[in-house]
C-alpha cells in the first residue's frame, strides 16, 4: 500500500498451514505421500528483481512454495534454493500478473509511493521464464535452474490451466 515502509529482506514473512493428521495409520500414510505443504503470507513481503524493480506479494497469499515432486525430493526440496523463485512463479501462475512497487529509500527502509501491474496477462511461458531468471538471482547456479525451467515447461500445463479456470469462475461471482 502508498506509503507503507519496508527493508530489503530475504526473510520471508510466512507462517505454515496446517493439516489434518489423521487419527488412523492409513491416512497419516496417504498424507505424507500426497500431500503438499501450504504457506500463508503473514505481511506484506517485497522482493527486488535484477531488473531493479521491486515486487510485492501480499499478506494472506497461500502458496505451496517449488512444487518438486515427491520421488524427486531427495534431490531438490520444496523449501530449499528454489523456494523463492517458487512464491514469485506461484502469484505469476495465479494471477497472471505481479504487483510492481515503486519505492524510494529513506534511511535504512524504503518507503512505497505507487504500486501498479507489473506484466499483466504475461502467460506461462514469461512466469516460467521469470522462474528460471529469479532462480539464477538466487543461487548463482546455472544447471538447477536451467534444469528445473524444462521441468516447469513441461509439468506445469496442468497448474497453469487449472489457475486459468479457477480465475474464471472467481471473476462470474
Avoid at 87 to 111: M, Q, S, T, W
Avoid at 142 to 159: E, I, M, R
Amino acid at each position: 500500500m502508498i506509503g507503507d515502509k519496508f527493508k530489503q529482506t530475504l526473510s520471508v514473512p510466512i507462517r505454515t498451514i496446517p493439516w489434518d493428521k489423521g487419527n488412523s495409520y492409513f491416512k497419516r500414510l496417504f498424507r505424507w505421500l500426497l500431500y503438499t505443504r501450504k504457506w500463508e503470507f503473514s505481511e506484506d513481503w517485497y522482493f527486488k528483481l535484477n531488473n531493479k524493480i521491486w515486487i510485492k506479494i501480499p499478506k494472506g497469499f497461500i502458496f505451496d512454495g517449488a512444487s518438486i515432486p515427491k520421488p524427486f525430493r531427495f534431490l531438490l526440496s520444496p523449501t530449499g534454493i528454489l523456494f523463492i523463485p517458487g512464491i514469485i512463479h506461484d502469484y505469476g501462475y495465479r494471477y497472471n500478473k505481479l504487483i510492481g512497487v515503486k519505492a524510494i529509500p529513506v534511511d535504512d527502509e524504503f518507503l512505497v509511493i505507487e504500486e501498479f501491474s507489473y506484466h499483466p496477462g504475461a502467460g506461462k511461458m514469461f512466469w516460467d521464464r521469470m522462474f528460471r531468471h529469479i532462480s539464477y538471482q538466487i543461487t548463482g547456479l546455472l544447471l538447477v535452474p536451467n534444469v528445473v525451467y524444462s521441468a516447469v515447461v513441461l509439468g506445469g500445463a496442468f497448474a497453469w490451466w487449472k489457475r486459468r479456470r479457477q480465475n474464471k469462475k472467481e471473476t462470474l461471482l
